[in-house]
């Protein structure tokens, strides 16, 4: 059974430092990894797809690498601002049919003015 | 473009009332469709997902059922709901394209008192 963690819970830095999160799953096998952000009270914005394939994927500030053998993901936000204040959700697809999600818990990130 | 509505988007209930959440899809047709739940101090849990109309498979034994009645609804019902059915139930869809990436409505916030 597939399980995904998330570490550290909770991320405080100040404006401007850069951000590294960290998601690490049990089973390498997977179809992809998806990186999402919560706001409060919110539905999940979809930010990177990384395919099973793919080393890296990036976006803007955002960038996301997979490293499928060693079970990791790492989402990489440069020059943090106080809008990027959220929780981030890593989630992987096993298989290519469906779309079931494994989820993390997630890494409640706080970047301070 | 693809969006998803869930409604309502706040609910408080009693306990034994029933319930139902709806999700609707716009901009696809013939989606698989998902019911997540994210409860306090847990991750998101897959609930049951839909492959198509009256297809409706049950991640986990609940209190709760699905059904799709047409092609672009899936409505989250119960009979009688429970304290522990107190959550936020996100709806899912596959973004069109067959890229893999799944994305998410607003959802709906349920408190059962």
């Known amino acids: 059974k597939q399980e995904v963690t998330q570490i550290p819970a909770a991320l405080s830095v100040p404006e401007g430092e850069n951000l590294v999160l960290n998601c690490s799953f049990t089973?390498?096998?997977?179809?992809?990894l998806q990186w999402f952000r919560q706001d409060p009270g919110k539905g999940l914005t979809s930010l990177l797809l990384i395919q099973s394939s793919q080393r890296e994927q990036t976006s803007g500030r955002l960038n996301a690498s997979l490293d499928k053998s060693s079970g990791r993901s790492t989402l990489y936000i440069a020059a943090s601002q106080p809008g990027d204040s959220a929780t981030y959700l890593c989630a992987v697809r096993q298989g290519a049919a469906g779309n079931k999600l494994t989820f993390g818990g997630g890494t409640r990130v706080l970047v301070k003015p | 473009s693809q969006t998803i509505h869930q409604w309502p988007a706040t609910l408080v209930q009693p306990v034994g009332s029933p319930l139902s959440l709806e999700c609707t899809v716009e901009?696809?047709?013939?989606?698989?469709l998902y019911w997540y739940r994210q409860a306090a101090g847990r991750g998101l849990q897959l609930l049951f997902y839909?492959?198509?109309?009256?297809?409706i498979s049950s991640e986990v034994p609940q209190n709760l059922s699905a059904s799709r009645p047409q092609d672009r609804q899936f409505i989250l019902s119960s009979k009688k709901l429970l304290l522990s059915d107190s959550g936020f139930y996100l709806c899912?869809?596959?973004?069109?394209?067959?890229?893999?990436?799944?994305?998410f409505g607003e959802g709906s916030r349920l408190t059962v008192l």
């Open positions: 901009g696809t047709s013939n989606p698989n």
């Open positions: 839909s492959v198509g109309i009256g297809q």
């Open positions: 899912a869809s596959p973004r069109r394209g067959n890229t893999g990436e799944l994305f």
């Open positions: 089973d390498s096998a997977i179809y992809n």
